[in-house]
């Protein structure tokens, strides 16, 4: 069982990886006997861990009650986030109730948010059944909903108390669901970790195969190097937005095209590609580092292009809504290295075009 603490002073809390957990009631704490707890999950994960769940936690005495929400991004929203707080009110919760979101990032997302503003803030756990979810998106107390006009526009920053990872479950998970988490998984490497971006090039066959100990040191380097970042900087102002690498692209593939159709992670992987274009055209990045970049988000099964659908212009509009926009200027996270990035203010709009433009699909003849 690994452990990793995300050091926030009283807000402090535990990650622990290990495989079976699920069914291990000591990794609940600090959950007691006789306290009341809201099960979130969605259609998908509830017929595999939900009932397993449930007799973990009633074997301690914890008084269990459910939700169960449609699966997918375009659930992300407002209206979701309602029916999790009339379930609240319907079964009588109240302020010393727990949340525990199971499942990928838009359950931890949404439970999260919901703990944020059910009677001013109640506790949440997070038990995070993807591998996008266990290396990034349940660590650092980022909550909320997508916009129409946005993705992940409404929201707020909110700690859980504990983070549970079942590596266990990535035994159920579809292989483009597998390949979505390793897009983030690659951006720790190119924005943190040479030597992690090295073991990745050497290993990443071995992780697609669900290797028990390849995924176990991968998430746990994953978690290690986000609990340090969100540590130093928790509300994004400085260091943490280097975690956005891509996702200022990507963010306005998924806004373009629907939520939902692209995965999360393939349109961060395209949106990574675009913004080493960026690097290489300022002459930040040498074109090496733009291959190995390449090579390995398409080991990892994962596009390097955007959608043949959305033009270079189509980005734009999207991009300028993104929470990195300081005084109405374009702010990018820039990969510099392997294992560093670092942020550009005001980059000309021309650049960024013409960088999209190279990341386009051929056009067959």
């Not at 130093?232 to 692209?249: I, K, P, V, W, Y």
Request: net charge neutral.
């Amino acid at each position: 069982m690994e452990k990793i603490t995300v050091m926030l002073g009283e807000r402090s809390y535990p990650i622990t990886i290990a495989a079976g957990l699920l069914n291990n009631l000591r990794a609940f704490a600090p959950l007691k006997s006789d306290e009341q707890v809201m099960l979130v999950t969605n259609k998908t994960v509830a017929p595999l861990y939900l009932e397993q769940v449930k007799q973990t936690l009633k074997q301690g005495g914890i008084k269990v009650d459910e939700i169960i929400l449609p699966d997918g991004e375009q659930h992300k929203s407002l209206l979701v986030l309602e029916t999790i707080f009339s379930a609240l009110l319907k079964k009588s919760h109240s302020r010393d109730t727990t949340l525990i979101a199971l499942g990928g990032g838009v359950i931890g997302d949404l439970t999260g948010f919901a703990a944020a503003c059910y009677q001013r803030g109640v506790r949440f756990m997070q038990l995070p059944t993807t591998l996008l979810a266990q290396v990034d998106s349940s660590v650092g107390g980022k909550t909320g909903v997508n916009h129409p006009l946005g993705k992940n526009m409404i929201g707020a920053f909110y700690q859980p108390v504990s983070v549970i990872v079942d590596v266990s479950c990535l035994a159920t998970l579809p292989a483009c669901e597998l390949s979505s988490g390793l897009a983030e998984v690659i951006k720790y490497g190119i924005s943190f970790d040479r030597d992690f971006f090295i073991w990745l090039e050497n290993n990443i066959d071995v992780l697609m195969t669900l290797n028990i100990h390849a995924l176990t040191y991968c998430i746990r380097r994953c978690c290690e190097l986000k609990a340090k970042i969100v540590a130093t900087d928790e509300r994004d102002n400085d260091l943490r937005a280097l975690l956005n690498l891509g996702h200022t692209f990507g963010h306005a593939i998924e806004v373009t095209m629907g939520y939902g159709i692209w995965l999360h992670g393939e349109a961060i992987a395209a949106g990574i590609v675009m913004a080493a274009e960026v690097a290489y055209i300022l002459g930040k990045l040498p074109a090496d580092d733009v291959h190995r970049i390449k090579t390995l988000l398409e080991r990892a099964c994962l596009p390097i292009a955007g959608p043949k659908e959305m033009l270079p212009e189509s980005y734009l509009s999207h991009m300028m809504r993104d929470k990195k926009v300081r005084n109405n200027k374009l702010c990018l996270v820039l990969p510099t290295g392997i294992g560093q990035a670092k942020i550009y203010n005001d980059i000309d709009h021309k650049l960024v075009l013409k960088s999209i433009s190279a990341c386009l699909p051929i056009k067959e003849a």
